[in-house]
């Protein structure tokens, strides 16, 4: 078998080597590797790349690897089909965490705890749930999942977030309001929280998470909606807010999620797994949140 997943420019994919080339020196026929991408390929080479892959899946035919540098080896002890949800959706969430790690662990030995909102529970959002709960493991760290959707959150709590929030779909009016129903889930108020991830990116979802904040706390964004958000910059000085950017990461931080996974014991998101023929559909599902977890293209031998 072997999974390609589902996402809005699709970017990676788990390949198992059929074939033995000149290309493969060092890697054994039978291996899974994920793919990488050069920092200098541009959208249009690599949306070439994508597409001549998907078509050897598709027909059946087998893959060269002609530069090996954008190749990882993947152990046996991970399954394709996870292996595959790597190189965007796992390492977006992995990288997202890591820029959030020291303002939790800060917080962990001033107050001798730490807490993370994560902003949107689909797929990303389960991903960084179940990342962050083994990469804080054995910590005292509260993970909160805020989202619109009461379905998704339910499904976010039992996954193991320690608490949900439902939120409307527009700011509140009164921030001190809302921040004092955040008290409710932030330990009665007497801490915000040290980071926010936002998986959404909106400019209500900014400032939801944005306001959340403790001094010196941060807020990550990941979410390509393409909002424009305003941000008080007296406060952003007085407070020392950091507010941070993140696409995807690195091929080291690839290497170091793979290890993670192998060395954790991470839960995987929910999986879907749909034929090539159904991507429109399940693409039209995704946009409109009706996908639970990732969306998978399962190819059959």
């Known amino acids: ?44 080479t690599i ?11 598709h027909m059946q035919e087998d893959i060269q690897a002609h530069n090996l540098d954008i190749l990882i080896k993947v152990p046996d002890s991970i399954p394709p089909e996870v292996a595959c949800m790597l190189p965007c959706s796992g390492l977006t969430t992995f990288s997202a965490l890591q820029k959030t790690k020291p303002f939790i662990e800060e917080g962990v030995q001033t107050r001798g705890d730490g807490r993370l909102l994560i902003v949107g529970a689909g797929g990303l959002g389960n991903w960084c749930l179940q990342l962050g709960k083994a990469m804080f493991d054995g910590k005292k ?33 009164n921030f001190a309001e809302y921040i004092k129903e955040m008290g409710v889930i932030t330990q009665a108020g007497k801490h915000k929280f040290d980071a926010a991830i936002d ?6 979802t900014f400032n939801f998470s944005y306001r959340a904040l403790r001094q010196k706390g941060t807020i990550v964004n990941v979410g390509l909606y393409g909002a424009i958000a305003d941000v008080p910059l007296s406060e952003l000085a007085i407070k020392q ?42 693409h039209e599902r995704m946009k409109q949140g009706k996908v639970k977890g990732r969306a998978l293209i399962k190819f059959e031998k």
């Open 47 to 57: 949306l070439l790349t994508i597409i001549t892959m998907v078509l050897a899946l």
């Open 241 to 282: 807010f950091v507010i941070q950017g993140n696409f995807v990461g690195t091929k080291s931080s690839l290497k170091e999620l793979i290890n993670f996974i192998q060395d954790r014991n991470v839960k995987y998101p929910h999986l879907e797994f749909i034929k090539l023929s159904d991507i429109n559909e399940t």
């Open 1 to 44: 078998m072997k999974s390609l997943e589902v996402t809005q420019i699709q970017r990676n994919m788990a390949l198992k080597l059929e074939t033995q080339s000149s290309y493969t020196h060092g890697v054994a026929v039978g291996n899974v590797m994920c793919v990488t991408w050069e920092e200098a390929m541009n959208v249009t």
């Open 199 to 204: 998986f959404v990116g909106t400019k209500d």
């Open 141 to 173: 760290v509260f993970i909160t999942v805020a989202d619109i959707s009461q379905e998704k959150l339910d499904q976010a709590e039992e996954d193991g977030a320690d608490f949900i929030q439902l939120w409307k779909t527009k700011s509140p009016t």
